[in-house]
């Protein structure tokens, strides 16, 4: 959010103050790097787009998510609940 107000020109420290922010925050916040369920959901929506586009765009839902999980990829695809759903039998 604060991004896009810079961007319009306005100055962080008063965009901070008006999202009742720190700078300090802010800026740490900006600095951290992404955490392994972001880089992980960005990764999977590269490989989403390739299944459909190999496809020729036929492919929906679900069998997106059969090539994902069966198809010929380079690493296994699975979810927290995917997980789960595998422990009750």
Do not use: F
């Amino acid at each position: 959010m604060i991004d896009s107000l810079t961007g319009q020109g306005i100055n962080v420290r008063h965009a901070c103050r008006e999202l009742g922010v720190s700078e300090s925050g802010y800026y740490a916040w900006k600095d951290r790097p992404d955490p392994p369920r972001t880089l992980r959901r960005i990764w999977l929506a590269g490989e989403i787009a390739d299944v459909h586009k190999a496809s020729g765009g036929t492919y929906g839902e679900m069998r997106v998510t059969a090539e994902l999980r069966y198809g010929a990829t380079s690493s296994s695809v699975t979810t927290p609940s995917d997980r789960s759903c595998a422990s009750w039998g």
